[in-house]
């Protein structure tokens, strides 16, 4: 069992609808909490970042993390088409040397 | 753009043979990973440089070697190149120790026939 499952979708959604995005873990020792955008033949790109348990808010997004549950979400509102793309959870525990990447949701935002 | 340079974009090449991708990371990053993004696996962490130093190891083979030179740029090293090396390989950089604001370059495709 990987250390990060994350469902590949992919996930149509109309635009200006809210889109949740989950990753799910099973090593304990993670701490910081990530979420990277990918548009296809690009690098990831840094979202959001979130230490520990909590919620995090930047503009449209939202990253919540529940360590109880080992479970973290990435809430997009109002969905815009220029949002489609692949969407990485990372995780890395407190040595915070490796992240360790979920496989990735695609994400299609349809006009 | 993040300011991580990677070269070559793309490279084609047989198997058994050596190739060397390149990382310029972000002006004032000490840190750079190297990662490897295949569409079974994803993104896997390779290995890790800080100041020049080796700081962290990841899933790297041992046909696999990195190094950071004093001005701070990284090379990945791949040699007796087989059909399952095929993948991209990014480079990412961060300003310290930590990688969880690490930056990534546009990544480097690998093809080997």
């Known amino acids: 069992q990987k250390e990060v499952e994350q469902d590949p979708g992919p996930l149509s959604v109309p635009e200006g609808a809210i889109v949740s995005l989950n990753c799910t873990y099973s090593?304990?020792?993670?701490?910081?909490f990530m979420w990277y955008r990918q548009y296809s033949r690009k690098g990831p790109e840094l979202l959001m970042y979130?230490?520990?348990?909590g919620n995090k808010e930047d503009g449209r997004f939202t990253a919540q993390v529940d360590k109880s549950s080992k479970y973290i979400s990435l809430f997009i509102r109002d969905s815009q088409p220029s949002d489609s793309a692949t969407y990485l959870c990372?995780?890395?525990?407190?040595?915070?040397?490796?992240?360790?990447f979920g496989k990735g949701t695609s994400l299609l935002v349809t006009p | 753009d993040s300011g991580v340079t990677q070269t070559p974009k793309h490279l084609i090449t047989a198997t058994g043979q050596r190739v060397t991708l390149r990382c310029s990371p972000r002006s004032g990053d000490l840190s750079v990973y190297w990662y490897q993004q295949s569409l079974d696996q994803g993104l896997q962490f390779l290995i890790q440089?800080?100041?020049?130093?080796?700081?962290a190891k990841g899933n790297i083979l041992e046909r696999f070697s990195a190094q950071q030179f004093p001005d701070l740029h990284s090379e990945l090293n791949l040699s007796s190149l087989e059909l399952g090396d095929s993948a991209l390989y990014f480079c990412a950089s961060s300003a310290g120790v930590m990688n969880t604001e690490a930056f990534f370059g546009q990544g480097t495709r690998l093809t080997v026939v």
């Open positions: 990372a995780m890395s525990g407190n040595s915070g040397y490796a992240l360790n």
């Open positions: 090593n304990s020792a993670f701490q910081y």
């Open positions: 440089y800080y100041n020049g130093e080796e700081r």
């Open positions: 979130t230490y520990s348990s």
